[in-house]
């Protein structure tokens, strides 16, 4: 691309009052970069439109398929070096940004092994802490038996009575115990200003792919994905493409090149 003087303020760019000495900011200055490097070649967009726009609505000749035809080839053969030149542009400006940025990386794997830990962790502590549950649930019903085997065999009423009111608080004592709870109540811990807790979500895991039932999932899939899928199994079949609710067919485009 030919070097350029831009000879206007180009779009998008501030304009500084008299007496701002403040200096331009690194996007100011890349702008005014490319404003230099390619006005001259964005103002070729304009002309290219304007012969659009005044070309037939419809072509009805060969002569004016080939007024399109010019016009097509010249807005294709611009757009390419525009975006190349654009992509030219980006690519090291990117580089650098991601490149000064790369070491923060090391947080994200620092988060997900605090996430891997603390889950193993939780997991157990939560296993535990059921088990201990289960384990005092059972001790309280082997007491509350006992308290009823006792009542029943117990000749002072009065102490019977005591026995079996014994063995229903302990019951109901068991039933509160083996309420169930969940892993963020089992594991939640406050310290340092950290809340650490569990969060249950549902997941899965694909075990035989080809079993998936895609009528289960169909109205969950992206139309844009069928539509990828699909044109890759025409590109490959072609005329033998066999799908049901797809109509399979020859498309004929006009095309343009210079020769």
Known sequence: MPRTNA???????????????????????????????????????????????????????????????????????????????????????????????????????????????????????????????????????????????????????????IAAGEAAALEVRAEVVETPQTAADLTRVKADGVMATTATTWSFEIVDASKIDLNAIRMFIDPKAIETAIRKIVRTQKGATKIEGVRVFQDETAQFRRG
């Open 7 to 161: 000879a206007a303020t180009p779009e998008g760019m501030p304009v500084r009052g008299i007496g701002d000495n403040r200096p331009p900011s690194p996007v100011e200055i890349f702008k005014e970069a490319l404003a230099e490097k390619y006005t001259a070649e964005l103002a070729k967009i304009g002309p290219i439109a304007d012969r659009a726009n005044a070309a037939p609505a419809a072509i009805k000749s060969d002569d004016e398929l080939a007024l399109w035809g010019k016009i097509s080839v010249d807005a294709s053969t611009l757009f390419k070096q525009l975006d190349e030149a654009r992509k030219n542009e980006k690519r090291p400006m990117t580089e650098a940004v991601d490149g000064f940025f790369a070491d923060s990386k090391r947080l994200e794997r620092i988060v997900a092994a605090a996430q891997e830990k603390g889950t193993a962790w939780n997991r157990a502590k939560a296993a535990k802490a059921r088990a201990e549950q289960e384990a005092e649930a059972q001790r309280l019903r082997e007491e509350a038996e006992a308290k009823r085997i006792a009542a029943e065999f117990e000749m002072n009423e009065a102490t019977s009575v």
